[in-house]
């Protein structure tokens, strides 16, 4: 069965930083690239990063660049999200996606998600 | 950057068809994507493309695009359908910058 579990949501102080892991399993993860997606509480869906299958190409949503870096590690199946000088309304739901190479906005497979709270 | 305008809201009765639009200047020129969210789960995507259907959506969805518009039609829609719906393309031609819709709650009753 094709599976991303996420992990590392919590509560993090403003100004914080904490580091979200996407643990893929049941397909070949390398070929794929990889998004991050975020839903605010009572919020839409916002598209927050996304990754190229060897890491050659990284995108950022504005709201994030300069704070958030995507990385992944094709040998461990995983993708990351470090998210640094963390504000209130980084405050959400994050989800991780399939994509391929050539259409980003074609997320097949998708994660249950991890919750990140960010409150002093 | 561009924007993807939905209605928030939709209500239809079971066996209806349900139309939501998606609009943006970027659907001119990219697809369409379309999302279906239920709370606690996670989102499954229901159209690719403009009209493509991914294997193990029901038949009863399917997708369209004229212009600046893009819509999902759920005919026949059902209790189980009941959920968020949004839309996604790129936020401007040459990007590889996601961008989604508000969001459009569809409501069956």
């Known amino acids: 069965e094709e599976q991303l579990v996420e992990s590392g949501g919590g509560l993090v102080k403003p100004g914080g930083s904490a580091r979200l892991s996407c643990a893929a399993s049941?397909?070949?993860?390398?070929?794929?690239?990889m998004n991050w997606v975020r839903q605010a509480p009572g919020k839409g869906l916002e598209w927050v990063s996304t990754i190229s299958s060897g890491s050659h190409f990284t995108y950022y949503a504005d709201s994030v660049k300069g704070r958030f870096t995507t990385s992944r590690d094709n040998a461990r199946t995983s993708v990351y999200l470090e998210m640094n000088s963390l504000r209130a309304e980084d405050s959400a739901v994050y989800y991780c996606?399939?994509?391929?190479?050539?259409?980003?906005?074609?997320?097949?497979?998708w994660g249950k998600g991890t919750k990140v709270t960010v409150s002093s | 950057s561009s924007e993807l305008t939905q209605p928030p809201s939709l209500s239809v009765s079971p066996g209806q068809t349900a139309r939501i639009t998606c609009s943006g200047d970027i659907l001119s020129t990219k697809f369409a994507y379309w999302y279906q969210l239920k709370s606690g789960q996670a989102p499954v995507l229901v159209i690719y493309a403009d009209n493509k259907r991914p294997s193990g959506i029901p038949e009863r969805f399917s997708g369209s695009s004229s212009g600046a518009v893009a819509t999902l039609t759920i005919s026949g829609a059902q209790d189980e359908d009941e959920a968020d719906f949004y839309c996604c393309s790129t936020d401007t031609t040459g990007s590889h910058r996601g961008l989604f819709g508000g969001g459009t709650r569809l409501t069956v009753l």
């Open positions: 049941g397909f070949i993860f390398g070929v794929y690239s």
């Open positions: 996606a399939r994509a391929s190479d050539e259409d980003y906005q074609l997320m097949d497979v």
